[in-house]
């Protein structure tokens, strides 16, 4: 895909593997539109961008443990751009961010729940009007190899908490909305993919886990730019890639009842049903 004239949007872009990809989509010609909680963060990528030559992106502000912020986040992209092309869903927390109790969002959800799938689940759908409109376009939901399948009795894990099984959960949820949003959008020309980018990439998320990083930023940067511009992948949609590989998921995201059951309940937590 050309990115000359298109506008893309990368949650999470302030650190790790979603500045990596925010920088190239830049330097490709893109319209840039940065996402993250830190001005500071922020401020220091676009300079990097505009001493390159680029365009300089658009920063939103906006904390994803708050459905009210994400949903705040959506309304000031569709009214001060015309286009979207490309959403990447990137912004996440890992399984020991924060340390390692069970800590809950602004709306009182489980919070890895909330941050790497809720806030993207309400995201995605506020912002496919101006997808839409926009088709062909792409949605990359950046998940994980690491998936644990959800307890749909204790999904906001009251019960046998670790943060390794709420991440996991939550990379699932992901892959399982992917699936079902492909279903629902056949035949409008917005594809909706996820990936694991790569295994311990060299991020904050990896390095405040204690965990020695065995992949590179590029590496995991690479495979998401290549959901969100390659040709290969052009009205491919639902699909999980594992980096650069069309790979299988947990079979939780193949169980229709499953994800009719997650659907149900994030229209109902995140009051788009209503
Ligand atoms: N690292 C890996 O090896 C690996 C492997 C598989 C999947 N992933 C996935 O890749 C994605 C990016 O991870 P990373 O490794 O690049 O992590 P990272 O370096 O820790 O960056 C995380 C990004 O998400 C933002 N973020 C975190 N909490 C947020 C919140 N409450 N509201 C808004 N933004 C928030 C951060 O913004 P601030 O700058 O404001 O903190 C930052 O921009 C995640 O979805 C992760 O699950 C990573």
Same mark, same amino acid.
């Given at each position: 895909?050309?990115?000359?004239?298109?506008?893309?949007?990368?949650?999470?872009?302030?650190?790790?593997?979603?500045?990596?990809?925010?920088?190239?989509?830049?330097? =490709?010609?893109?319209?840039?539109?940065?996402?993250?909680?830190?001005?500071?963060?922020?401020?220091?990528?676009?300079?990097?961008?505009?001493?390159?030559?680029?365009?300089?992106?658009?920063? /939103? @502000?906006?904390? #994803?443990?708050?459905?009210?912020?994400?949903?705040?986040?959506?309304? =000031?992209? #569709? =009214?001060?751009?015309?286009?979207?092309?490309?959403?990447?869903? !990137?912004?996440?927390?890992?399984?020991?961010?924060?340390?390692?109790?069970?800590?809950?969002?602004?709306?009182?959800?489980?919070?890895?729940?909330?941050? !790497?799938?809720?806030?993207?689940?309400?995201?995605?759908?506020?912002? #496919?009007?101006?997808?839409?409109?926009?088709?062909?376009?792409?949605?990359?939901?950046? =998940?994980?190899?690491?998936?644990?399948?959800?307890?749909?009795?204790?999904?906001?894990?009251?019960?046998? /908490?670790?943060?390794?099984?709420?991440?996991?959960?939550?990379?699932?949820? @992901?892959?399982?909305?992917?699936?079902?949003?492909?279903?629902?959008?056949?035949?409008?020309?917005?594809?909706?993919?996820?990936?694991?980018?790569?295994?311990?990439? !060299?991020?904050?998320?990896?390095?405040?886990?204690?965990?020695?990083?065995?992949?590179?930023?590029?590496?995991?940067?690479?495979?998401?730019?290549?959901?969100?511009?390659?040709?290969?992948?052009?009205?491919?949609?639902?699909?999980?890639? !594992?980096?650069? @590989?069309?790979?299988?998921?947990?079979? @939780?995201? /193949?169980?229709?009842?499953?994800?009719?059951?997650?659907?149900?309940?994030?229209?109902?937590?995140?009051?788009?049903?209503?």
């Amino acid at each position: 895909m050309k990115m000359d004239g298109k506008t893309v949007l990368v949650t999470g872009s302030t650190d790790g593997v979603g500045r990596y990809v925010a920088a190239k989509l830049a330097a =490709a010609g893109a319209r840039v539109l940065i996402h993250g909680r830190d001005r500071e963060r922020a401020r220091t990528l676009a300079d990097e961008i505009k001493r390159q030559g680029h365009s300089e992106p658009v920063f /939103y @502000q906006a904390d #994803l443990s708050s459905l009210a912020a994400a949903r705040r986040l959506a309304e =000031a992209v #569709l =009214a001060e751009h015309k286009r979207l092309d490309v959403f990447i869903s !990137n912004a996440g927390i890992g399984s020991r961010t924060l340390g390692t109790e069970r800590r809950t969002s602004a709306d009182g959800h489980e919070l890895r729940f909330a941050v !790497n799938y809720l806030s993207g689940f309400l995201l995605a759908h506020l912002l #496919l009007p101006l997808l839409k409109a926009s088709a062909p376009s792409r949605i990359v939901n950046v =998940a994980s190899l690491g998936q644990h399948p959800l307890d749909f009795d204790d999904v906001m894990l009251t019960k046998g /908490y670790t943060g390794a099984r709420a991440y996991a959960q939550s990379k699932l949820a @992901q892959i399982m909305f992917t699936v079902d949003l492909a279903r629902e959008l056949e035949g409008s020309g917005v594809t909706v993919n996820a990936l694991h980018p790569a295994t311990y990439m !060299n991020t904050t998320m990896v390095r405040e886990g204690g965990i020695t990083p065995i992949s590179t930023v590029e590496q995991g940067g690479d495979a998401i730019l290549h959901l969100a511009t390659g040709d290969d992948v052009a009205g491919k949609s639902g699909l999980f890639f !594992n980096g650069m @590989q069309q790979s299988q998921a947990n079979p @939780q995201a /193949y169980d229709e009842a499953a994800r009719k059951r997650l659907r149900a309940l994030s229209l109902e937590l995140t009051g788009l049903s209503a």
